[in-house]
C-alpha cells in the first residue's frame, strides 16, 4: 500500500460526493438558518443538485465535468445576481459541514476540507455585509 495522501475524490467516490450534494440540498432547504439562501434557489432543486455535484468531482481532484461541459469553473459571474455575504456564506458552510458530518465522512476529511470550503465559499462572496443594507435607499444615497 502506497502512503501517498488520497485526494477527497479518491476517499469519497463519485457515487459519495453525489450523496453529500443530495444531503446538502436537502439540509438547505429545511434547515430555518439556511431560509435565506435556500431562498434564492429554484424551488426545484435537482438541476442544482447535478451541477454542484459535477462541480465538487472535479474540485475534489477527480474528472473535470462541470468545466468541460460548462467551459470553465469560475464561480463569481453564476453567483452574481445574488447577494451573497458573510452570513449566506455562512449558511452555504453551516449546510455543507452538516452534510459531511450527516453522511458520516470521517473527522480527519472534514478538517482536511475545512479551509478550502472555507476559501471558496468566500471567493462566491460578493458583498461585505447583510443583505438589509441592499435596499435602503438611504444607505446607497450615503455611499
Ligand atoms: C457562499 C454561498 C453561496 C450561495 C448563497 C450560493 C447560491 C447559489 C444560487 C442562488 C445559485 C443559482 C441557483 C438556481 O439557479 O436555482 C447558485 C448556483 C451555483 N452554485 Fe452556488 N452559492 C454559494 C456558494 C457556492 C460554492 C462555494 C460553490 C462551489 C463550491 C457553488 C457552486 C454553484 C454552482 C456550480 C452553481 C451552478 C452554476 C451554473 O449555473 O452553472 N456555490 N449558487
Redesign the pocket.
Known amino acids: 500500500m502506497s502512503d501517498a495522501p488520497q485526494t477527497p475524490y479518491q476517499i469519497l467516490g463519485e457515487a459519495g460526493i453525489r450523496e453529500l450534494v443530495e444531503v446538502f440540498y436537502d439540509i438547505m432547504d429545511t434547515l430555518p438558518e439556511a431560509a435565506d ?1 435556500r431562498a ?3 424551488a426545484d432543486l435537482s438541476p ?1 443538485k447535478e ?2 455535484a459535477e ?2 468531482i472535479g ?1 475534489m481532484g477527480g474528472p473535470p465535468i ?1 468545466a468541460q461541459k ?1 467551459g470553465g469553473v469560475c ?1 463569481t459571474e ?2 452574481e445576481p ?1 447577494h ?1 455575504g458573510p452570513e ?2 455562512d449558511q ?1 458552510l453551516l449546510c455543507m459541514h452538516r452534510a459531511l458530518e450527516r453522511t458520516g465522512t470521517s473527522e480527519e476529511l472534514q478538517e482536511m476540507l475545512r479551509i478550502p470550503l472555507f476559501r ?2 468566500d471567493a ?2 460578493n458583498k461585505e455585509g447583510p443583505s438589509s443594507a441592499r435596499s435602503d435607499p438611504n444607505i446607497i444615497a450615503a455611499n
Open positions: 439562501i434564492m434557489h429554484a442544482m451541477k454542484l462541480y465538487l474540485w462541470y460548462y464561480m453564476p453567483h445574488y451573497i449566506e456564506r452555504w471558496v465559499a462566491v462572496r
